[in-house]
């Protein structure tokens, strides 16, 4: 089945520690998205990508990196310089096609936790 | 001034009645317009897109669109139970992949 796969589904920081959330898609998608959703707060965009080896900052893009360096995978690091990395992180893709309204395939999400 | 701005509720409404939610957008070159809803704990799931100004039907949903006024908005109509979830708003740039959500709003309907 195409999807969008998120792992691990929980994942604990230590402080001052780096952890990468992992996003693979099979859908042939050009365009792949993150997002950070804090408790009753909608979705914030941190990074997006519109095609491999090409990434932009979204709005709260500080504390985080990104890589694309294949087509199916976008994953997501979350640096020590992130001071509040609690919340649960959303990865999506979409088809990329310029100026055309498409809907975004999320995965099933990743709740990360300071310890 | 927040690009996608919604009230966030919560929208209370009786088992049967129409829930209105609206969504207004800062930038006036953004050309697609979509509603997802979501389940505490779960991801967005769409239920609506639109581009073109008026109205846009799907069953009991219908999308409205006034691109003047820079407003798109969601009606449900005989509302359930079941709809009780969070509505996000999120509206597309136009000429970039770049999607954007409100903070949604919180819809419950009571039996």
């Known amino acids: 089945d195409g999807g969008i796969t998120q792992s691990p589904k929980y994942l604990f920081r230590k402080e001052g520690q780096n952890v990468t959330l992992s996003c693979e898609q099979n859908l042939n998608h050009d365009a792949m998205y993150w997002y950070r959703q804090d408790p009753g707060q909608g979705l914030r965009l941190i990074y997006y990508s519109q095609i491999v080896n090409d990434f932009q900052k979204g709005d709260i893009a500080e504390g985080y990196s990104v890589s694309r360096e294949k087509k199916e995978s976008f994953p997501l690091t979350v640096t020590s310089a992130q001071k509040n990395p609690t919340a649960f992180y959303l990865c999506?893709?979409?088809?990329?096609?310029?100026?055309?309204?498409?809907?975004?395939?999320f995965g099933s999400g990743t709740q990360l936790s300071v310890l | 001034q927040k690009e996608v701005e919604q009230n966030s509720g919560p929208l209370s409404v009786p088992e049967g009645a129409i829930a209105s939610l609206n969504c207004t957008y800062s930038d006036r070159g953004s050309q697609s317009f979509f509603w997802y809803r979501q389940y505490s704990g779960k991801s967005p799931e769409l239920i609506m897109f639109?581009?073109?100004?008026g109205d846009k039907e799907d069953g009991r949903f219908t999308a409205q669109l006034n691109k003047a006024s820079q407003y798109v908005s969601l009606l449900i109509r005989d509302s359930q139970p079941s709809d009780s979830a969070t509505y996000l708003c999120a509206v597309k740039s136009g000429g970039y992949q770049k999607v954007t959500f409100g903070i949604g709003t919180k819809l419950q309907v009571i039996p």
């Open positions: 639109i581009y073109s100004n």
């Open positions: 999506a893709s979409s088809i990329g096609r310029q100026g055309v309204g498409e809907k975004l395939f």
